[in-house]
């Protein structure tokens, strides 16, 4: 069965205090993997797809990359505005392009 | 803007009492898709449309329809709302297949079936 985990729940981290969430994945055969940002009371964001492990993108503080069996969102000297929840997302081959399998999330809290 | 409205945001009703959320995109993208979040288990892709008149069930179709009748509007309905279906409901929408392909997700919209 394809599934997707996402740890920690929830990360507590100081202003500058770099740290990686990641998520893990088991699919049949991956056709992208996906991160998005969630504010409180907001749709989800648009941040980063991976497509082949080895992959990696950057956008600010955040670098996603991409492994055989998971996903590591890594942030670097984070700030208090990057607080939110992070979920990741892989789009299996079974499903065609049209199937998203979602992870429960890292909930991120950072402190000035 | 580029952008997806959901109506309504908040919703409280009944047990039985049919209900429509509705949802529309003004980016012209073919591909849409509704979606709950229930806490714990993350997002769940409920129905799909590839474009007009042409949808299809997710992983959670039971006791919700669709329709696709424009190519910006693709309303979610509740013939018969059970406390169960209590959730946060998103649409989303996003350009064709692969690629650089982007979704954009609407505000949600919180309901609540007592």
């Known amino acids: 069965e394809d599934q997707v985990t996402q740890s920690p729940e929830a990360l507590r981290l100081q202003e500058g205090e770099s740290s990686s969430l990641n998520c893990s994945y088991t699919?049949?055969?991956?056709?992208?993997l996906f991160w998005y940002r969630q504010d409180p009371g907001k749709g989800p964001e648009f941040l980063f797809t991976l497509y082949s492990a080895g992959e990696e993108k950057e956008k600010e503080r955040l670098k996603a990359t991409l492994t055989k069996k998971e996903s590591f969102l890594h942030i670097t000297a984070p700030k208090p505005e990057d607080s939110a929840t992070y979920l990741c997302?892989?789009?299996?081959?079974?499903?065609?392009?049209?199937?998203?399998?979602f992870g429960a999330g890292t909930r991120l809290a950072v402190h000035p | 803007e580029a952008q997806v409205t959901q109506n309504p945001r908040y919703l409280i009703t009944v047990t039985g009492k049919k209900l429509t959320v509705t949802c529309s995109q003004n980016?012209?993208?073919?591909?849409m898709s509704w979606y709950r979040q229930d806490p714990g288990l993350g997002l769940r892709q409920i129905y799909y449309?590839?474009?007009?008149?042409?949808?299809d069930k997710g992983d959670v179709p039971e006791g919700y329809k669709v329709s696709r009748k424009e190519k910006r509007n693709f309303p979610l309905i509740l013939e018969s709302p059970s406390p169960n279906q209590t959730s946060l409901y998103f649409c989303?929408?996003?350009?064709?297949?692969?690629?650089?392909?982007?979704?954009?997700f609407g505000p949600g919209t919180r309901l609540l079936v007592l």
């Open positions: 989303a929408s996003k350009t064709g297949q692969g690629g650089k392909e982007t979704q954009y």
């Open positions: 997302a892989v789009r299996p081959v079974s499903g065609g392009y049209n199937k998203l399998i």
């Open positions: 449309s590839m474009n007009v008149e042409v949808t």
């Open positions: 980016m012209n993208h073919e591909y």
């Open positions: 699919v049949s055969g991956l056709r992208g």
